[in-house]
């Protein structure tokens, strides 16, 4: 079992940036594919972006492609989104999230096991 914690979040302007972090305990870290969903007020969750076990492969929604960028650090297992040029549609609550991926480094959309609190991104005009 892993726990993930999500940080970070918080009010930016668009066009400017933020950071948001997803702490990992509990299971090795790098047993898991990991990924980032959001969830717009009145909207289904959604894949923003998501990492192979390994890191060596990534995939994102054509929405956020060239603006945010997924990264891993196993040594401290973290997870890690870093949102460039946000937009105001971009608003949400982010979830980080951890699949198993034993002998695969694929990259999910979907079929998550584990699930963090989630962390609130607001993107002001």
């Known amino acids: 079992q892993v726990q993930l914690v999500e940080s970070g979040g918080g009010l930016v302007q668009a066009w400017g940036s933020l950071r948001l972090f997803c702490a990992a305990s509990g299971r090795t870290f790098s047993s898991y594919a990991m990924g980032w969903f959001r969830q717009a007020p009145g909207k289904e969750r959604e894949f923003v972006a998501g990492i192979s076990r390994t890191g060596g492969s990534t995939r994102y929604v054509d929405s956020v492609k060239g603006r945010f960028t997924i990264s891993r650090d196993d040594a401290k297992s973290t997870l890690s989104l870093q949102m460039n040029s946000p937009k105001p549609d971009d608003t949400a609550v982010y979830y980080c999230?951890?699949?198993?991926?034993?002998?695969?480094?694929?990259?999910?959309?979907?079929?998550?096991?584990?699930w963090g609190q989630g962390t609130q991104v607001t993107v002001s005009s």
């Open positions: 999230a951890a699949k198993v991926s034993y002998g695969s480094d694929w990259v999910f959309t979907g079929g998550y096991e584990h």
